[in-house]
């Protein structure tokens, strides 16, 4: 089945405690991409891949880093997290266009709680 | 880089009735309009796309327009059902800068039986 997974589900941490949450593809999708969803700001972008090694700043990237070693995998790095990091993070990829775009699936969605 | 604003953030209708959400957004250059439908809990899920060579695209119930002039585009759902209960999001972007998508803040659609 095709499909993106992220995990965890749900986190609850503390301040300051490095945290990784995973994205897994298996659609071959080039493209990769990390959004936040806070309530009445819709969802915004934090860092995107376009592919293998190649990756960029979202509108939000302060305070995550990435890494894109492998086609599938798109994994979000929060080195120090802080408060202002709780948030419900969703993964989601799709085939990279030059003369179309197509449509971006999403994962699960994760639930950061940063206390 | 590109705004998108969209109006309202909620909208309740009754069981039958139409529903229209509106989106504008900033960057002329921009050509392709996506529509996320988000159900409780659930991921957002693609329900229709507009691009910028196309004025109006419909599939059943739903339909989106697009006015680049005024640089705004609609989705509207006719019939209205429960299971349309739901945030909508629109989103844009701009096809050769890749696939980045800048989405609007959200509509929350609640059908009333």
């Known amino acids: 089945e095709a499909q993106v997974t992220q995990n965890p589900r749900y986190l609850i941490t503390v301040t300051g405690k490095k945290l990784t949450v995973t994205c897994s593809q298996n659609?071959?999708?080039?493209?990769m991409s990390w959004y936040r969803q806070d309530p009445g700001l819709g969802l915004r972008q934090i860092y995107y891949?376009?592919?293998?090694?190649?990756?960029d700043k979202g509108d939000v990237p302060e305070g995550y880093k990435v890494s894109r070693k492998e086609k599938r995998n798109f994994p979000l790095i929060l080195e120090s997290p802080s408060p202002n990091q709780t948030s419900l993070y969703f993964c989601?990829?799709?085939?990279?266009?030059?003369?179309?775009?197509?449509?971006?699936?999403f994962g699960p969605g994760t639930r950061l709680t940063v206390l | 880089g590109e705004n998108v604003e969209q109006h309202p953030s909620t909208l309740s209708v009754q069981e039958g009735d139409s529903a229209v959400i509106k989106c504008t957004y900033s960057?002329?250059?921009?050509?392709?309009f996506p529509w996320y439908k988000q159900e409780l809990g659930k991921r957002p899920q693609l329900i229709i796309d507009?691009?910028?060579?196309?004025g109006e695209k419909k599939d059943q119930r739903i339909a989106v327009t697009l006015n680049k002039t005024a640089k705004h585009f609609s989705l509207h759902i006719t019939e209205t059902q429960p299971e349309d209960s739901a945030v909508y999001f629109c989103?844009?972007?701009?096809?050769?800068?890749?696939?980045?998508?800048?989405f609007g803040g959200g509509t929350r659609v609640l059908v009333k039986p």
């Open positions: 989601a990829s799709s085939f990279q266009g030059t003369v179309s775009t197509d449509t971006q699936y």
């Open positions: 659609m071959n999708h080039e493209y």
């Open positions: 891949s376009m592919n293998v090694e190649v990756t």
């Open positions: 960057d002329s250059a921009s050509n392709y």
């Open positions: 507009i691009r910028s060579n196309v």
């Open positions: 989103a844009a972007s701009i096809v050769a800068a890749g696939n980045k998508l800048t």
